[in-house]
Structures are given as C-alpha cells and as structure tokens.
C-alpha cells in the first residue's frame, strides 16, 4: 500500500542580499517605468526565504529520503553561502547578464539545487518578502 | 475540483535509533536525534481533501466530522506521547516526519468518506515538513 504513496520532505532556508532591477535591454527611463524603486542605482535588499521539496523512497533503515544534514550541506555549499549577505548583481554571475528578479533567482536556485545526488528535487519557492512568493518545478516536459 | 484544508496541533517526544546500527553508526547518521532519552516537538499537520461542494450543503465534507476524525485517530493517539513507545503503528520505524506522515495517510484515508485525501502536511519544526500523496495526484 505505501508505494502507492508519494512522500517529499520539505525544508526553509533563509539568506539576506541585496539587488537591482536594471535591463541593460531597456533605456533609463523604460528601466525605470517597469521596475520603478526596484530600479534604484545603488539597489535595495531583501531577506529571503527559500523552501524546497525533494522526494524518494523513504529507507527503512533511517526512515529517510535523504539525510538532513547532508542536504543542509549541499544548500549551504550551493546557494546560501554564495547568495547570503551579497549582492546578486555583483556577487553571483548568473546574474551579470540575467535581470535577478525573484523569478531568476527562483529558477537559478532550481538549477543548482536539482544537482543534489540523493533526492529529486520537487520544487523551489522564493518569497521576496512575506507578501510576495514564486515557486518553480523545472520545465514541463 | 476544490481543495480543503484544516490544520492542528500536536506535541510528541521522539527519538532516531536503529537497533540494527551501531552506537557509533547512529550517532553519525542521527546526530542529536539518537539522544538516548529522546527530545519533542510542537507538531502542526495539515490535511487537504479534494472534492465538489456538495449541491445541497455547498459542503466538499463537513468540517466538524473531520474535526472529529483528527481528534480521534492523531490527536487522542500522539498528542503527549512519545512516538517511539506509544504508537503502534510507528512500531519497528524510525520515527521521522516521513514515516509520520505516512502513518497519518494510512490513518485518515479510509476515515474520510466524502471528498478524497490529497495531501497530508507535517511540520515538525517550521523549517521542516513531509508532504505525502497518492502517487500521480498533482501535488499541491
């Protein structure tokens, strides 16, 4: 009967940085018409939050689909310690060319979150602030 | 299709050990989970139904059964206890969120008469939960 049953572990992270919305495909004043205060010079910053669900067969041996502590390693390796208390236009260089909107920063923490050898990773939700939330499964196949 | 949600509350103690590891083995795999007397946590679950409004009471299942199905089969049977010793059906599992989870999927499923369990939720810290489904439901 169990296998007719999905389980995925879910688990929130925090990180603080700082951003500015700017399109180096837009003009000043369209930049600044579409992103307003996001546009900013200096930039702005936000805590974020970020949940992620990874899913597997739970192993009766520890009654685990993937040990905490080495997904907390992996997330700490691959997105807290390079996004925490920096700049993500300056600091991480997926978004010297990509807008890091938290839609961007929603996909790119997919992208390298998905790398982890010992779950599947489900899906990643970013909230920009508790009023604004964004959340991405990969691509629809 | 429309999706129905309550939450409650638990308090439970626990602890991670596996009699098939040794002492070393646990502590590296379970850390402070395997302290010998165990620890607790406020638990929250939260359990989904899916279903249509019924025409008649615009009710996709009536609140206060469901109320009544948690009291009985979660409440009365893990709020205060500690997991490890006082549920059966925990018995011979690591009782993890995903194992919980599980055992209050196979607890409510065949309770819940109108509508159909989606998705039972468990929070053991807020930073930590399980989600557990029916395999191929679109997960929520």
């Known amino acids: ?78 997105v807290l310690e390079p996004f925490d208390h920096k700049s993500l236009n300056e600091d991480v260089p997926a978004f010297r060319e990509k807008v890091p909107t938290t839609e961007n920063v929603c996909k790119e923490i997919f992208q390298r979150l998905k790398r982890f050898p010992k779950a599947r990773l489900e899906r990643v939700r970013v909230e920009e602030t508790s009023n604004n939330a ?8 | ?65 469901l109320k009544e199905i948690l009291e009985r089969e979660i409440t009365q049977r893990m709020d205060h206890r500690f997991l490890n010793y006082e549920v059966a059906e925990l018995k011979g599992q690591i009782p993890t969120c995903e194992n919980i989870a599980r055992v209050i999927w196979n607890l409510l499923e065949p309770r819940i008469r109108q509508g159909k369990l989606h998705r039972v939720r468990l929070y053991e810290t807020p930073d930590l939960f399980a989600d557990c489904y029916r395999n191929g439901a679109k997960p929520a």
Do not use: W
């Open chain 1, 1 to 78: 009967m169990t296998e007719a049953l999905k389980i995925e572990l879910g688990r929130r992270y925090r990180f603080a940085a700082s951003h500015r919305l700017h399109s180096e495909r837009l003009s000043d004043e369209e930049n600044a018409r579409v992103y307003g205060k996001c546009n900013n010079p200096f930039g702005h910053g936000h805590n974020y939050v970020v949940e992620i669900r990874v899913s597997g067969s739970v192993d009766p041996a520890t009654g685990m689909i993937a040990n905490l502590a080495d997904l907390d390693a992996f997330v700490e390796r691959e």
């Open chain 1, 134 to 141: 964004f959340e991405y499964a990969g691509e629809e196949i």
């Open chain 2, 1 to 65: 299709m429309v999706y129905l949600t309550r939450k409650i509350e638990f308090s439970a103690s626990h602890l991670y050990h596996n009699p098939a590891f040794t002492a070393e083995e646990n502590q590296r795999i379970f850390g402070k989970c395997n302290n010998p007397h165990g620890h607790g946590h406020n638990y929250t679950l939260e359990v989904t139904v899916a279903g249509e409004p019924d025409p008649t009471t615009g009710m996709v299942l009536d609140l206060k059964e």
